[in-house]
């Protein structure tokens, strides 16, 4: 997967300063030159402009790197099928999408209508208004592995497209032109130099690395070209396989916008902003946008648990209340990559890390100096004690999601913090439960802990021993369709 990049413009960039203002004149020409047989070779500006809505098909296979229950290859493999749908003319999405692996199974939707937007959860049964639609963030990742949409995005865009070089991949040669679209990092787009057709895209995506795009097994498709397969890889290696079953052009979304018959309608789905709550004294569970820690005044010093996206944040946070009292320990739950993300942040604090003895490289790898990252690692049970407060930090693996995990467990309080095995959803009623969480219950009752309340790094709601006995209990929706 290593790219060769020859650049064409090293000529130029070794030009006089007098010749500089021509680099942004050949770059913004070879742009539009790519651009436009890039238009031309996935059906022309015509048939483009005419593709008012798509629905695609999928079965896929993902490989779950940095996701899977041990911490080095061969990763788990996962399926999931579904559909994607888009109506570029009215900016409406729908999408639906089941999944088993890594101890989940899931089956929900989206539909992206404007005030008939829904969050759509066939498990559970349920479903909820979402507040805030936003078409452009939920279509995204459709449009990214679809080349139709992609370059008729980059055409609509093309005032921000700039002219990277040309590049070998494989024996290919390319054209890459990069640009932004309105969310998300930059994309580079290869162009087969021979056919013009899109082959590949890559982004960068802070804390997670390089995500590479392969669109490939193009077909005729009422006049424009769609790839029958797709491959996504995640720091060179595999991460996911697609094939597209089935792609229409130009068919109605009506019969797919229609919420399924016998949902329970559960309160509005709102943003998720950054938020504080103390649930017991001098103990706090910070976070947004779905990720969340838990930090604990042990008196002279702070513990924190979990190490999600957002740290800093959560971190300000908690000095609001707490001033510059010190953050002395700061637990991983285990070693997905979203898990360790903020170990840089709990570097910068000073903070000593614990993490399970089986996840000591992947924490090091995490910081900015691995080497001369302070570690405590926890083989079964670690036990921190100051003053009249205690933490007891526990690996209850192997569950069904990963080999270790540690949770936080303060006897006193009955509080136990723990991530991706029970989070109960912001709103509505408890969802049935998923493998992880059997397996967490397990676990829990070979302990023996006097839990009462349950915090997830993914949630900021509060769980309950009957709710976890109620998830244990209930059936999985029957849907409609």
């Given at each position: 997967?290593?790219?060769?990049?020859?650049?064409?413009?090293?000529?130029?960039?070794a030009s006089t300063l007098v010749c500089a203002d021509n680099l942004t004149e050949r770059?913004?020409?070879?742009?539009?030159?790519?651009?436009?047989?890039?238009?031309?070779?996935?059906?022309?500006?015509?048939?483009?402009?005419?593709?008012?809505?798509?629905?695609?098909?999928?079965?896929?296979?993902?490989?779950?790197?940095?996701?899977?229950?041990?911490?080095?290859?061969?990763?788990?493999?996962?399926?999931?099928?579904?559909?994607?749908?888009?109506?570029?003319?009215?900016?409406?999405?729908?999408?639906?999408?089941?999944?088993?692996?890594?101890?989940?199974?899931?089956?929900?939707?989206?539909?992206?209508?404007?005030?008939?937007?829904?969050?759509?959860?066939?498990?559970?049964?349920?479903?909820?208004?979402?507040?805030?639609?936003?078409?452009?963030?939920?279509?995204?990742?459709?449009?990214?592995?679809?080349?139709?949409?992609?370059?008729?995005?980059?055409?609509?865009?093309?005032?921000?497209?700039?002219?990277?070089?040309?590049?070998?991949v494989d024996g290919k040669d390319y054209d890459v032109v990069g640009f932004s679209m309105?969310?998300?990092?930059?994309?580079?787009?290869?162009?087969?130099?021979?056919?013009h057709l899109l082959r590949r895209s890559e982004r960068i995506f802070a804390g997670v690395?390089?995500?590479?795009?392969?669109?490939?097994?193009?077909?005729?498709?009422?006049?424009?070209?769609?790839?029958?397969?797709?491959?996504?890889?995640?720091?060179?290696?595999?991460?996911?396989?697609?094939?597209?079953?089935?792609?229409?052009?130009?068919?109605?979304?009506?019969?797919?916008?229609?919420?399924?018959?016998?949902?329970?309608?559960?309160?509005?789905?709102?943003?998720?902003?950054?938020?504080?709550?103390?649930?017991?004294?001098?103990?706090?569970?910070?976070?947004?946008?779905?990720?969340?820690?838990?930090?604990?005044?042990?008196?002279?010093?702070?513990?924190?648990?979990?190490?999600?996206?957002?740290?800093?944040?959560?971190?300000?946070?908690?000095?609001?209340?707490?001033?510059?009292?010190?953050?002395?320990?700061?637990?991983?739950?285990?070693?997905?990559?979203?898990?360790?993300?903020?170990?840089?942040?709990?570097?910068?604090?000073?903070?000593?890390?614990?993490?399970?003895?089986?996840?000591?490289?992947?924490?090091?790898?995490?910081?900015?100096?691995?080497?001369?990252?302070?570690?405590?690692?926890?083989?079964?049970?670690?036990?921190?004690?100051?003053?009249?407060?205690?933490?007891?930090?526990?690996?209850?693996?192997?569950?069904?999601?990963?080999?270790?995990?540690?949770?936080?467990?303060?006897?006193?309080?009955?509080?136990?913090?723990?991530?991706?095995?029970?989070?109960?959803?912001?709103?509505?009623?408890?969802?049935?439960?998923?493998?992880?969480?059997?397996?967490?219950?397990?676990?829990?009752?070979?302990?023996?802990?006097?839990?009462?309340?349950?915090?997830?790094?993914?949630?900021?709601?509060?769980?309950?021993?009957?709710?976890?006995?109620?998830?244990?209990?209930?059936?999985?929706?029957?849907?409609?369709?």
């Open positions: 997967m290593k790219s060769i990049i020859s650049l064409a413009l090293a000529g130029v960039l770059n913004v020409e070879q742009a539009n030159a790519i651009i436009e047989a890039a238009v031309t070779a996935h059906g022309g500006e015509e048939k483009l402009g005419e593709l008012s809505t798509l629905v695609v098909e999928f079965e896929s296979i993902n490989y779950s790197v940095d996701q899977s229950r041990g911490t080095e290859p061969p990763w788990d493999k996962n399926e999931s099928s579904g559909f994607n749908a888009v109506d570029l003319d009215n900016t409406t999405f729908v999408n639906r999408a089941n999944f088993a692996g890594g101890g989940f199974e899931a089956d929900g939707g989206t539909i992206i209508n404007g005030e008939e937007s829904y969050q759509l959860d066939f498990r559970a049964g349920t479903v909820a208004r979402i507040a805030e639609p936003d078409f452009d963030t939920t279509s995204g990742p459709f449009v990214r592995v679809t080349p139709a949409l992609l370059v008729r995005t980059l055409q609509d865009r093309a005032a921000n497209a700039y002219y990277l070089g040309e590049a070998s309105t969310v998300g990092p930059a994309i580079s787009m290869y162009f087969d130099k021979q056919n690395g390089l995500v590479q795009y392969e669109f490939l097994d193009y077909e005729d498709i009422d006049g424009l070209p769609f790839n029958r397969t797709f491959k996504l890889f995640l720091n060179g290696e595999p991460n996911i396989e697609r094939k597209n079953l089935s792609t229409r052009v130009n068919q109605s979304l009506d019969d797919l916008m229609v919420v399924d018959a016998g949902l329970e309608s559960i309160p509005e789905l709102e943003p998720d902003p950054l938020s504080r709550q103390e649930v017991a004294d001098g103990v706090w569970i910070i976070g947004g946008n779905n990720t969340y820690a838990m930090f604990v005044d042990m008196g002279e010093y702070v513990f924190a648990a979990g190490g999600t996206a957002g740290i800093p944040d959560r971190i300000e946070s908690l000095r609001e209340v707490i001033g510059d009292k010190p953050l002395k320990y700061a637990m991983l739950t285990h070693h997905h990559f979203d898990h360790v993300m903020g170990v840089s942040a709990y570097e910068s604090e000073g903070a000593t890390l614990i993490t399970s003895a089986a996840h000591e490289k992947i924490a090091r790898r995490a910081a900015e100096n691995g080497d001369g990252l302070e570690i405590k690692t926890v083989d079964d049970r670690m036990t921190i004690e100051a003053g009249d407060r205690t933490v007891e930090i526990i690996d209850i693996g192997p569950t069904a999601h990963t080999e270790h995990l540690l949770v936080a467990y303060l006897p006193e309080e009955g509080i136990l913090f723990e991530a991706d095995h029970f989070t109960l959803p912001r709103v509505g009623p408890v969802p049935p439960a998923v493998t992880s969480t059997r397996s967490f219950a397990a676990a829990l009752g070979r302990e023996e802990l006097g839990v009462k309340l349950i915090f997830s790094a993914h949630s900021p709601r509060g769980a309950t021993m009957d709710d976890l006995r109620i998830a244990l209990e209930t059936e999985v929706f029957q849907a409609s369709r």
